[in-house]
């Protein structure tokens, strides 16, 4: 029989980030972006994912009724004090469970190497910010950082919307309300409850994902509002964030929705995460101030990638910072190889990352 304790014990102990449980293979942790097996245990059988499956569902009737129609699970799980994201899917027939672990002591801005503008632009009192990424690019550790941020030094109501629920806030110059999404929890979806927290006298709405255009329409309305909107999504840059918002929305209402976004988004932050020359992850991020010049790019009929890029390049003195950028000084502080950066950007950009990295280097020297 399967052990869930054992492995789960296991995986704190050897500080895992993730567990994966698959019939015909011995369990699984990622371990600083490398799979691990676990030599000392047994191959997992198809009636030990059968137990997997109850262990973490509970006899919980409507978890059970999500998983049997949808096909798959998103949960949250207590265990030892440590809280876990929990997926449950299916293949062959069989239960498949991937388990995030996340660790109990809240993350702070300044350990994840999140740029400072980031943290300034929290003050923000009304508008829409973006954490954006691929997935397991951390943008949930950053966007709870952010929250505790404020917590810690602003006093306002902040209102999240997560599915699941990962870091647990205790209120401190903040009022924290936190709410599951999904069937049986606090809110049926992420739309209805941020169209509701127009009446919940919040300061701050953070959404834990924008998937889709309803949840999108209710941001904008919140922030319209005269609220500050803090959410993610699965970009891959801040360029492509802009795409996607627009892409949204049919043609004939795209014009209408640039004007609105040209007013409300303030910051974009778009990070990825390598692993250093030191064996530990490493944060890039991309970041985008929208000022006079991004703003307007916005509001044009064609929205063109490269001007974006050049703005965010030409604005560091209003705190955007450009992925190139952020490759090449992770480079000349010698955090990440050469391969490892350029490895991250386009081949028309490998010779402004040798200038940059020229640049710093001289910079350096003096």
Not at 7 to 36: F, M, W, Y
Not at 63 to 68: M, Q, R, S
Not at 86 to 91: G, K, M
Not at 313 to 327: D, T, Y
Request: charged letters at 30%; one cysteine or more; glycine letters at 4%.
């Amino acid at each position: 029989m399967i052990n869930i304790d054992k492995i789960l014990n296991t995986a704190i102990e050897r500080d895992a980030s993730d567990v994966h449980l698959i019939a015909g293979i011995k369990p699984i942790l990622r371990i600083k972006r490398d799979l691990i097996e676990l030599e000392n245990f047994d191959v997992i059988l198809e009636d030990d994912m059968m137990d997997v499956y109850d262990y973490f569902v509970r006899g919980n009737v409507d978890k059970d009724e999500v998983f049997k129609k949808n096909k798959r699970l998103d949960a949250s799980f207590e265990f030892a004090d440590i809280r876990l994201r929990v997926n449950i899917s299916l293949s062959n027939d069989l239960p498949v469970v991937v388990l995030r672990l996340i660790k109990n002591e809240l993350p702070r801005y300044e350990d994840l190497g999140v740029p400072d503008i980031v943290r300034r632009m929290m003050n923000q009192p009304q508008g829409l910010i973006l954490v954006t990424g691929k997935t397991n690019s951390g943008k949930t550790t950053t966007l709870n950082a952010l929250i505790n941020q404020i917590n810690e030094n602003q006093n306002k109501k902040i209102l999240t919307l997560e599915n699941p629920v990962e870091y647990k806030h205790k209120c401190k110059k903040s009022i924290i309300v936190q709410k599951e999404v999904g069937v049986g929890r606090d809110c049926l979806d992420f739309s209805s409850g941020v169209k509701n927290s127009l009446r919940e006298d919040c300061d701050i709405l953070v959404i834990g994902e924008i998937r889709d255009k309803e949840t999108m329409e209710a941001a904008i309305e919140t922030a319209e509002s005269g609220h500050l909107v803090i959410g993610t999504l699965h970009t891959k840059s801040c360029a492509e964030t802009i795409d996607r918002m627009i892409n949204f929305y049919e043609v004939r209402d795209q014009q209408t929705i640039k004007y609105l976004l040209s007013s409300l988004l303030k910051l974009v932050i778009s990070q990825r995460l390598l692993k250093g020359r030191d064996g530990n992850l490493v944060l890039v991020p991309e970041v985008m101030v929208v000022d006079n010049i991004v703003a307007g790019i916005i509001r044009k009929e064609k929205i063109s990638v490269s001007e974006i890029e050049d703005a965010i390049q030409s604005s560091s003195e209003k705190g955007s910072i450009s992925l190139v950028n952020s490759i090449a000084e992770l480079f000349t502080e010698d955090r990440i190889t050469l391969e490892q950066a350029k490895s991250q950007i386009e081949e028309k950009n490998i010779e402004m990352l040798n200038r940059i990295i020229m640049q710093l280097k001289i910079k350096k020297e003096k």
